[in-house]
């Protein structure tokens, strides 16, 4: 079996994403800190986690949409504050400058080179990177995102709409992520093959969903669709895919 092209995830497959919401979190709270010092003050960093997470319930038609639920949030806690709430925007902008301003890890700039070798790259992703503020544009032929479509992985209709995106069939496409249930279990349902990218540097966490780090937990074994891979990082992947 030789992919035709590839998708990749991007949070916790191409860079870490902790340490990327830490920042962005702090470059909101330094925002507010210069603009809105009430909606710091009144919300402060456990405040604004509930506050997310209240949103977030009360929202459930928007779990695809990472972006307006962070908007919402922050619009939420001005108005609890008195603030104007039309300072919600700009507010967003500044988290989101700062959630672009990712680290990738050391193999992804080789690795790419080399995937890109063997077939066309696109993104998808449940979070709300973007290809150029995140340095990426250059290898990819475009993205999907569940905010584009409407849904998050695993549903199978984000990789279905990746595929057309490419002009592939599924069972021609690999999806490369670190996500069992979204990436991993998502792909193989929609028809596509898969490797799961399952970094040490990561940490495990026992839980199955949300982002920061591997987990420790692994669901029962996927079913036997395409072609499944696990590498530690990406140039193992290019080095089977090199050998083929
Ligand atoms: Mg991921």
Same mark, same amino acid.
């Given at each position: 079996?030789?992919?035709?092209?590839?998708?990749?995830?991007?949070?916790?497959?191409?860079?870490?994403?902790?340490?990327?919401?830490?920042?962005?979190?702090?470059?909101?709270?330094?925002?507010? #800190? &210069?603009? !809105? +010092?009430?909606? /710091? @003050?009144?919300?402060?960093?456990?405040?604004?986690?509930?506050?997310?997470?209240? *949103? =977030?319930?009360?929202?459930?038609?928007?779990?695809?949409?990472?972006?307006?639920?962070?908007?919402?949030?922050?619009?939420?806690?001005?108005?609890?504050?008195?603030?104007?709430?039309?300072?919600?925007?700009?507010?967003?902008?500044?988290?989101?400058?700062?959630?672009?301003?990712?680290?990738?890890?050391?193999?992804?700039?080789?690795?790419?080179?080399?995937?890109?070798?063997?077939?066309?790259?696109?993104?998808?992703?449940?979070?709300? #990177? &973007?290809? !150029? +503020?995140?340095? /990426? @544009?250059?290898?990819?032929?475009?993205?999907?995102?569940?905010?584009?479509?409407? *849904? =998050?992985?695993?549903?199978?209709?984000?990789?279905?709409?990746?595929?057309?995106?490419?002009?592939?069939?599924?069972?021609?496409?690999?999806?490369?992520?670190?996500?069992?249930?979204?990436?991993?279990?998502?792909?193989?349902?929609?028809?596509?093959?898969?490797?799961?990218?399952?970094?040490?540097?990561?940490?495990?966490?026992?839980?199955?969903?949300?982002?920061?780090?591997?987990?420790?937990?692994?669901?029962?074994?996927?079913?036997? #669709?395409?072609?499944?891979?696990?590498?530690?990082?990406?140039?193992?992947?290019?080095?089977?895919?090199?050998?083929?």
């Amino acid at each position: 079996m030789r992919p035709r092209a590839f998708t990749l995830d991007l949070d916790d497959t191409l860079w870490p994403i902790e340490p990327t919401l830490r920042r962005a979190e702090a470059a909101l709270r330094g925002w507010l #800190a &210069e603009h !809105a +010092p009430a909606t /710091l @003050a009144g919300c402060g960093d456990a405040g604004m986690l509930r506050l997310r997470a209240q *949103v =977030a319930l009360d929202h459930p038609e928007l779990a695809h949409d990472l972006s307006t639920l962070r908007l919402i949030t922050i619009h939420r806690a001005l108005v609890a504050a008195g603030d104007d709430p039309a300072l919600a925007e700009p507010a967003f902008e500044a988290f989101m400058a700062a959630r672009q301003q990712v680290t990738w890890f050391d193999d992804v700039r080789p690795a790419l080179d080399r995937l890109a070798a063997h077939g066309p790259l696109l993104a998808v992703s449940n979070g709300n #990177a &973007e290809l !150029a +503020p995140t340095g /990426l @544009a250059p290898w990819f032929a475009g993205s999907v995102s569940a905010r584009s479509t409407g *849904v =998050a992985k695993p549903d199978a209709r984000i990789f279905a709409a990746a595929c057309a995106q490419l002009g592939c069939r599924p069972d021609e496409v690999m999806h490369i992520g670190d996500d069992w249930r979204a990436d991993i279990h998502g792909a193989r349902e929609a028809g596509l093959h898969s490797a799961w990218v399952r970094r040490a540097e990561l940490p495990l966490r026992d839980d199955s969903g949300g982002l920061g780090g591997q987990h420790r937990l692994l669901a029962a074994p996927p079913p036997p #669709a395409g072609h499944h891979l696990e590498v530690p990082h990406l140039l193992a992947l290019a080095d089977w895919l090199d050998a083929l």
